[in-house]
């Protein structure tokens, strides 16, 4: 399997290119092919809109490529992802697109478009504690299918996001219909305020709410409130949920770090 690395957001670390290279030239079951706009640094972004969308467009109409993965996180897919969208090369439907964090303004786009999505870990990953075994997890389920990278409550459709992202791309041309779906959540470096007032946003829209359920991955690295909130995430997820007649599925296993597990959208068990 030959599977590119672009970078729609911030810059690739070389240190990780150079890891995650390393792990999967010892695999000897797939080309890793790390895009150079990867390396490109204009102020917080890896290259220019037009950079960016460029070697995203490149790898989406490569016949040869199998898969495109997404290099890191951090914020700028929104900027190019209706630009990627439009008319799309046919090869781009050959192709599975993985990553998590920004690239869900993508993957959301993406799955609306017919194109198989999914997240899970991504190169920049490898410089986590932990996160060989992160990458080897994405490898194994791109490669082949692994069920054992899944997140193990799986049992129908599912779509997984990040709180904010998800938020902020409702009500634009990239949000997808959510009509039956397990949704996934988690969240990084945000006051707990800032969550409850982004669960008052994402559960008053009607299409959310007809999700089959909600559940929570890890909630990461909380600002500290200047007047203590009182309740954790998950007490103000499930007072959300009850507010706008929504289940609560309980927590997920997916969240910014080593441990984050592959949820492909719309899977279904076999």
Not at 40 to 68: I, K, Q, T
Request: net charge negative.
């Amino acid at each position: 399997m030959r599977i590119a690395v672009v970078a729609p957001s911030c810059p690739l670390k070389p240190e990780a290119a150079e890891r995650v290279t390393v792990i999967a030239g010892a695999r000897g079951d797939c080309e890793l092919v790390i895009h150079p706009q990867c390396f490109l640094s204009e102020g917080h972004f890896a290259g220019s809109d037009e950079a960016r969308l460029a070697a995203l467009r490149e790898v989406m109409a490569d016949p040869a490529v199998d898969a495109v993965w997404f290099a890191r996180g951090g914020y700028g897919s929104n900027r190019i992802a209706e630009a990627a969208l439009a008319g799309l090369p046919e090869r781009a439907r050959a192709k599975t697109y993985l990553g998590y964090s920004d690239a869900g303004f993508l993957h959301a786009g993406f799955y609306k478009a017919g194109l198989e999505v999914a997240w899970g870990p991504m190169p920049q990953d490898v410089l986590r504690d932990g996160g060989e075994a992160a990458v080897n997890r994405a490898l194994d389920w791109l490669i082949r299918r692994d069920t054992d990278a899944l997140e193990p409550a799986l049992d129908g459709p599912a779509m997984a996001f990040n709180l904010t992202v998800l938020s902020n791309l409702l009500g634009t041309s990239l949000e997808p219909d959510l009509t039956g779906v397990d949704l996934l959540i988690e969240e990084v470096g945000e006051h707990l305020y800032r969550i409850d007032r982004t669960m008052f946003h994402l559960t008053g829209s009607a299409n959310v709410r007809k999700v089959r359920r909600l559940r929570l991955g890890r909630v990461a690295d909380v600002l500290e409130n200047d007047v203590d909130f009182a309740v954790d995430e998950q007490a103000i997820v499930e007072d959300w949920c009850r507010r706008s007649g929504i289940a609560f599925g309980g927590r997920a296993d997916i969240g910014h770090d080593a441990s984050n597990r592959v949820v492909p959208f719309s899977f279904r068990q076999n």
